[in-house]
T-cell receptor, first 113, second 113 residues
Framework: DAMVIQNPRYQVTQFGKPVTLSCSQT?????MYWYQQKSSQAPKLLFH???????NEADTPDNFQSRRPNTSFCFLDIRSPGLGDAAMYLC????????????FGDGTRLSIL | GQQLNQSPQSMFIQEGEDVSMNCTSS?????WLWYKQDPGEGPVLLIA?????ELTSNGRLTAQFGITRKDSFLNISASIPSDVGIYFC?????????????FGSGTQLTVLP
């Protein structure tokens, strides 16, 4: 089945130690998104790629960066994680042509020690 | 900015009962989406609405897109234990280079046996 796959499902890192989360998709969608979701809250968009064009949300901390080496893969890099970065990180994809709802992966739960 | 008001925030119902939740917005959306999120998982798309006034069903779920494009409701008939989870509405606009989502705050549904 075509899907959005996130690895790992659970990630533990130390305060200040860089961490990378990955997302892959078999849907061949042009657009890929990264969201941060904290407990009991709705997902919050960090940034998205429209094909190769990177679009950062205005309030996304500089600590968060992303790479998209090809259509299928997208990475979220957190350079120096702080305790406040502990959250669920969700990847989503959609087609470029409207209408196209976003399809989410199962997320990576990040814990900071 | 755009905001979605989702209600109720939480619901406790008996198995077999029908459920209704809704979202309203001060802004117009091109698409309205309903997602369900189980603990530790990513949001799963339940229903997508594309036209004002559209009424769509998916099994026991029924959702409608308001005529003004500023509201939507989701009904679940004959609830079962696996309906437990958080339900999010999301409005999708077509501005800019991506299909930005604005999420409601979620409705936590608990189904009692």
């Amino acid at each position: 089945d075509a899907m959005v796959i996130q690895n790992p499902r659970y990630q533990v890192t130390q305060f200040g130690k860089p961490v990378t989360l990955s997302c892959s998709q078999t849907l061949n969608h042009n657009v890929m998104y990264w969201y941060q979701q904290k407990s009991s809250q709705a997902p919050k968009l960090l940034f998205h790629y429209y094909d190769k064009d990177f679009n950062n949300e205005a309030d996304t901390p500089d600590n968060f960066q992303s790479r998209r080496p090809n259509t299928s893969f997208c990475f979220l890099d957190i350079r120096s994680p702080g305790l406040g970065d502990a959250a669920m990180y969700l990847c989503a994809t959609s087609r470029k042509k409207s209408p196209s709802p976003q399809h989410f992966g199962d997320g990576t739960r990040l814990s900071i020690l | 900015g755009q905001q979605l008001n989702q209600s109720p925030q939480s619901m406790f119902i008996q198995e077999g009962e029908d459920v209704s939740m809704n979202c309203t917005s001060s802004s117009i959306f091109n698409t309205w989406l309903w997602y369900k999120q189980d603990p530790g998982e990513g949001p799963v798309l339940l229903i997508a609405l594309y036209m004002a006034g559209e009424l769509t069903s998916n099994g026991r779920l029924t959702a409608q897109f308001g005529i003004t494009r500023k509201d939507s409701f989701l009904n679940i008939s004959a609830s079962i234990p696996s309906d437990v989870g958080i339900y999010f509405c999301a409005g999708q606009s077509s501005s800019g280079s991506a299909r930005q989502l604005t999420f409601g705050s979620g409705t936590q549904l608990t189904v009692l046996p």
